[in-house]
């Protein structure tokens, strides 16, 4: 059974740095292609960033380019999604996706605020 857990959500403010989590489980996460999507309140849900299984090879969305970085350790079965000089409009919740099966997880609130 796939299952994708978030964490690392939180509130924090313009300029600040934080580093989200996905727990994946029921598949190997080297062997897929994952990606970071996110929704913001009244909006819908847009893509973040992604990393193929193949080559490591990365692909960010402009508002997010070189201000977030993606990654995975596959001993942990974990993705990454590292985000630095946070803006207002960054806040959102964000879900982690197994790209291949469409396989979402429950998402984690990201709140960039004064």
């Known amino acids: 059974q796939v299952q994708l857990v978030e964490s690392g959500g939180g509130l924090v403010q313009p300029g600040g740095s934080l580093k989200l989590s996905c727990a994946a489980s029921g598949f190997s996460i080297g062997f897929y292609t994952m990606s970071w999507h996110r929704q913001a309140p009244g909006k819908e849900r847009e893509f973040v960033a992604t990393?193929?299984?193949?080559?490591?090879?990365?692909n960010y969305a402009d508002s997010v380019k070189g201000r977030f970085t993606i990654s995975r350790n596959n001993a942990k079965n974990t993705v990454y999604l590292q985000m630095n000089s946070l803006k207002p409009e960054d806040t959102a919740v964000y879900y982690c996706v197994q790209v291949r099966g469409n396989y979402w997880g429950q998402g984690t609130q990201v709140t960039v605020s004064s």
């Open positions: 990393l193929a299984s193949a080559g490591g090879i990365t």
